[in-house]
């Protein structure tokens, strides 16, 4: 079959890795894709914002499956869009309806989902700009420190942690009334703080039936010791040493089944990818964020470990039928790290030469930012410009190969970090 992508980043490459391997892939389309992508598939410059042209380009290329990475155009309503062209009606979809999407695209809708059907998660109150003086009176009588986080889409950058009442406030002003993250902030949830170890969790859902993907912990901040800004991402491992069965167990009854049971009871087909972001507190499992897509840099570590045919699964879900399929996990590790531009998640330039990606030995080397100059040198086209996954019988053995990449990749201005997984390497129960 002639199966699309949606996307440009890391994530999108990694699906297409995973997706050329099958031999049910005929021909193989990402659009836009990056330098990484067209290794594999044939890139196709259209915007994935663009749901005309990308209904233009399943008609044009006869494509039978579309993967839809990023969830910009699932919370705009590309999936009510397509399911809507009579000419598409064979098309299968993977990614959830709008209504679905909502679990991402609106966190007040999020919590209130989670508290509807009893889900785990941080208690949290929700301020607009017209209750702005109940909002700065609630921070007041806060326990500190408190999560502040907009509402809408904010690109990741959207989630502040006030360790003070004065930071909070001031944080709450800049969202509500000065306009920080645009409409996205024009509601503002505050949530209580908990105190833990994160990790990630992702399913697979055809509406009805479920598979738990494997689980894997992001490194979010710049700096190392998870210093500094937060980043849509520096690294991942997985497995994760501390989401042992017996917690995973924990999660399936408390966080997954009841997820799928209430968007069942809202009336939500929600079919594709749901990534859970966990809190691991004393070993009870705390949600703090759905995504409804996979995540970035955690689906290069995720993809690998999936040892079955990801078209075939793939398939299975947009057809309802997933049970009926079979899904094998490797054991081994995988560990990826982040080459990003100097000066991310901040200013940056772009147009930097990229050389001895092929030097990178015994890792398989994602493109997340890149892009051709002039059709013959691959250049840096983004904040994250590379991710590094190696794979291996042990944790330490998995973080040497990352590493040892990320140091052999060259462009100027580059920059990683040298702890990636180290944190696990000395986890102690």
Same mark, same amino acid.
């Given at each position: 079959m002639n199966i699309l992508i949606l996307g440009s980043g890391g994530r999108e490459h990694a699906f297409a890795w995973k997706v050329a391997q099958s031999p049910l892939c005929d021909e193989l389309y990402v659009a836009p894709g990056n330098a990484g992508t067209a290794s594999v598939a044939t890139n196709v410059? *259209?915007?994935?914002?663009?749901?005309?042209?990308?209904?233009?380009?399943?008609?044009?290329?006869?494509?039978?499956?579309?993967?839809i990475g990023p969830e910009e155009p699932l919370v705009?309503?590309?999936?009510? +869009?397509?399911?809507?062209?009579p000419e598409l009606n064979h098309v299968r979809l993977i990614g959830p309806d709008k209504a679905g999407a909502q679990l991402e695209g609106s966190k007040d809708f999020s919590k209130n989902f989670m508290e509807k059907y009893a889900i785990?998660?941080?208690?949290?109150?929700?301020?607009?700009?017209?209750? *702005?003086?109940?909002?700065?009176?609630?921070?007041?009588?806060?326990?500190?420190?408190?999560?502040?986080k907009a509402d809408g889409l904010a690109a990741g950058k959207g989630v502040i942690i006030a360790e003070t009442v004065a930071q909070a406030q001031q944080a709450l002003q800049e969202m509500l009334v000065d306009g920080k993250f645009g409409a996205a902030g024009n509601k503002v949830v505050v949530e209580q703080f908990l105190k833990g170890i994160e990790l990630s969790v +992702?399913?697979?859902?055809?509406?009805?039936?479920?598979?738990?993907?494997?689980?894997?912990?992001?490194?979010?901040?710049? !700096?190392?010791?998870?210093?500094?800004?937060?980043t849509g991402g520096m690294g991942a491992v997985s497995p994760v040493i501390f989401a042992d069965e017996y917690f995973l167990k924990k999660v399936e009854e408390k966080v997954v089944k009841p997820t799928l049971d209430g968007l069942q009871k809202e009336g939500i087909k929600y079919v594709g990818f749901i990534f859970i972001g966990l809190m691991n507190v004393k070993s009870e499992p705390y949600v703090i964020e759905y995504n409804v897509r996979m995540g970035d840099p955690e689906t290069e570590v995720v993809l690998p470990?999936?040892?079955?045919?990801?078209?075939?699964?793939?398939?299975?879900?947009?057809?309802?039928?997933?049970?009926?399929?079979?899904?094998? *996990?490797?054991?081994?590790?995988?560990?990826?790290?982040?080459?990003?531009? !100097?000066g991310y998640p901040g200013d940056y330039e772009k147009g930097k030469v990229i050389a001895d990606t092929d030097k990178a030995e015994d890792v398989v080397v994602f493109h997340a930012g890149t892009a051709f100059n002039g059709n013959t040198e691959v250049v840096t086209n983004g904040g994250r410009v590379l991710v590094l996954t190696g794979i291996a019988n042990s944790l330490e053995n998995a973080v040497h190969k990352s590493q040892r990449a990320a140091q052999t990749v060259q462009f100027e201005g580059k920059y990683y970090r040298h702890d990636i997984g180290l944190d696990l390497l000395r986890y102690k129960d």
């Open positions: 410059a *259209i915007g994935y914002n663009d749901f005309e042209a990308v209904a233009s380009l399943i008609v044009e290329k006869r494509i039978e499956l579309v993967i705009q309503g590309i999936v009510d +869009f397509l399911q809507s062209r785990p998660t941080a208690s949290y109150r929700t301020f607009t700009a017209e209750t *702005i003086d109940e909002g700065m009176a609630y921070l007041q009588s806060h326990a500190m420190p408190v999560v502040l +992702f399913v697979l859902t055809d509406g009805t039936h479920y598979k738990i993907l494997p689980e894997a912990k992001d490194y979010k901040r710049i !700096g190392e010791n998870d210093t500094g800004l937060n470990r999936i040892q079955s045919d990801l078209v075939t699964l793939l398939t299975a879900t947009a057809k309802g039928n997933l049970q009926d399929v079979p899904m094998t *996990i490797s054991p081994q590790v995988a560990v990826t790290t982040v080459v990003v531009s !100097g």
